[in-house]
């Protein structure tokens, strides 16, 4: 570790903080059906569009239609990932010839889009057309983005209401959070991805006649339109197989630093929409603040363990740290940071191959996941994570002295508490059970790519990464089978949609709510307790769950690394 | 409830019009006019012909040149298109080796190139990023410390002074991002471009 890196990875929390407060204000006012400065251009584009699809935007929706209204739009984004990938072989925008992709990776990338998770068992630059990577990818990229934001702001407004039956217009909101939020940020953000050497263009693949005589034929296409809302809107699905380690997704410094900003903002500004619209915005950092703490923990393991290196490349005399599958403008530090980003936020876009990592480096990115994603966290999804961590936190708080939980005005009862369980009981289903059923069937553990318990690992990291809407690997493993085609996107179907319907019932009983007056007995949230409770049940929680798993994956094989075990 | 099937088809295909056709399309129409070079891949023209792009590494293997790292991309198989075989700086199927931090198969390959270094400049230690594969497969760049390790090697079978290579190497050395973000390294095919040219000279 240097003092260098350690001042990178400072410089990097201080602009995420700073960014929270103006962009918070700026979401708030969008989400309220407020002016902004974009009005001007983009109101007319809004209008239209409810005009054409017949949405009235006054009209508000319960709970449930909510949910249902997102999971009608979610049908239409897989058939038309589905339909694409399908059909790709005889649709225009495909200079490179790709033929149709087969029904069972088909599935499970539609799935893989619709969920947020953008899982690659797909390798893009040799299998997805221009046409395909646009429209299939790119869009859903938006409207899956859109639709985390929306619903974690439909839980706000059920903190936030009194003795109210809706919670807001899903049409309206995804409409407005696509229009005035992403929208504009990725035009911005694809022109200087371009000026930083990303290409954008529908061009053939480029031939090129090496300095040695050799024939290299280079993949390009439209790709910084893609990585800007890929990053923005923690999706991480690569216009190339190796995501953003590819110099053509990620050339610079300067454009890494950037891709990494781009995963937190959102997901942090969150924080203070939420504070802002419960009425007090110490309430949102003082959930910024739990973030925070993990976050930064799991960024100094994670360097530590990779810039230590290997015993395999100390005892070859090899310093520097462990630069197997690292490029070199990041180096050590700007890897291990991207990890733990990529990883607390459902982004899951890798600028380094993390089946490569030590066995400890490796074990932080699993650990973030199976927390819940709840560390700043996919846009939306990370919030409503948190806040359902919250309401346990408080509830195990009102046990301790006997009192009717409450939090924000809002008493937690035995209704919030049972859906809370339910979505985040989930999780651990998904990632266990799964990862019990490929380690026992021959099939799924022909896949593996590491011998030894790095070869747990990486189908527990695959679970794991799906389950939690990641879509980060440990690659080594060959996904792209039946098995895993079909069992990952049940993955991540479940681990998506029974988190959201839980959280979305909690959202209409809080709005039904009345507000009650904080009173002398009421627990302060906004202070350091509270965070540490919080922190407290978040690890307890994962611990419990999770740990068993990992001393068979990541802790085992640091263990035999340091006897000088290799498998 | 039925109401709410006509914005689901409608507004779906409008926003899709919008941000997968209507954004992408523009912003390939603005980028190409204001940033014509990368968007196009950042390409290098020698004598009229594509050498490569400035951003994707090649493979480089004679002595004559400086190399880059070793890649561990793949190609399909000519003879069985099931399988995949190593294809070193392959730009259109990127990647990485993949292997675990106890991986037998990764410490025989680093051990072999280890000594295989070491026979060639045994004056130096052998630099981490010259025998570990990159996560792309297609690093461009190498540290400064590797491409000094390969000084002696380039200016003997150049019959240059080392002096006179070691300073090229030096000028072609980019640092960090405002001496703070990234780190310093050396663009393989820029560096090796530069030594035809010296050469020539």
Known sequence: MTVIGWFQIILYCAIVVALTKPLGWYMTRVFNGERTFLSPVLRPIEAGIYWISGVDEKREQHWLTYTVAMLLFHVGGFLIIYGLMRLQAVLPFNPAGQSAVAEDLSFNTAISFITNT????????????????????????????????????????????????TVGNFWVDVTRCTLYILLPICIVFTLFLVWQGIPQTLGDYVEATTLEGAKQTIAVGPVA??????????????????????????????????????????????????????????QGWAILAVMGVLFVAGVAVCYWAEASGTSTLQALGLTGGNMEGKEVRFGIVASSLFAVITTAASCGAVNAMHDSFTALGGMIPLINMELGEIIVGGVGAGLYGMLLFVILAIFVAGLMVGRTPEYVGKK?????????????????????????????????????????????????????????????????????????????ASAMFVGRFFMIVPAMAIAGSLAAKKSIPPSTGTFPTTGGLFVGLVVGVILIMGGLTFFPALALGPIVEHLAMNAGNLF | MLREIRPAIVLLLALTAITGLAYPLAMTG???????????????????????????GQEFKDDRYFHGRPSATLA????????????????????????????????????????????????????????????SGLDPDIS???AQFQVPRVAKARNLPEDQVRQLVTASTEGRLLGLLGEPRINVLALNLALDRMAAK
């Open chain 1, 412 to 488: 937690i009862e035995a209704r919030e508490v049972k859906m809370a369980m339910l979505a985040i009981l989930v999780l651990p289903l998904m990632i266990l059970g799964w990862a019990a059923v490929a380690v026992v069937y021959p099939a799924a553990v022909a896949s593996m790519a590491n011998a030894g318990p790095h070869g747990f690992t990486e189908v527990l990291y695959a679970f794991t990464s799906a389950a939690a809407n990641n879509g980060s690997a440990f690659a080594g493993l060959t996904g792209n089978t039946l098995f895993y085609n079909l069992t990952l």
């Open chain 1, 225 to 282: 339109s893609q990585v800007a809302i890929k990053m923005l809107g923690t999706n991480g699905g690569g216009f190339f197989n190796a995501n953003a380690a590819h110099p053509f997704e990620n050339p610079t410094a300067l454009s890494n630093f950037v891709q990494m900003l781009s995963i937190f903002v959102l997901g942090a500004a969150l924080t203070n929409v939420f504070g802002r619209m419960v009425g007090n915005q110490r």
């Open chain 2, 144 to 146: 400064p410390e590797a």
């Open chain 2, 30 to 56: 603005i980028a190409g006019a204001l940033f014509p070079v990368q968007a196009q891949g950042s390409l290098i023209e020698k004598d009229g012909k594509v050498v490569g792009s400035a951003l994707i």
């Open chain 1, 118 to 165: 953008n899982w690659q068992n797909y390798g893009g630059e040799s299998t997805l057309s221009y046409l395909t990577q646009m429209v299939g990818l790119t869009h859903q990229n938006f409207l899956s983005a859109a639709t985390g934001i929306v619903l974690a702001v439909a839980l706000i407004r059920g903190f936030a209401r009194a003795s109210m039956r």
């Open chain 2, 76 to 135: 399909p198989d000519p003879n069985d298109s099931t399988k995949t075989v190593s294809a070193p700086y392959n730009a259109a199927n990127s990647g990485g080796s993949n292997l675990g931090p106890t991986s037998k198969a990764l410490a025989d390959r680093l051990k072999e190139d280890v000594d295989k270094l070491k026979a060639e400049n045994p004056n130096a230690a052998v630099p981490v990023d010259l025998v570990t594969t990159s996560a």
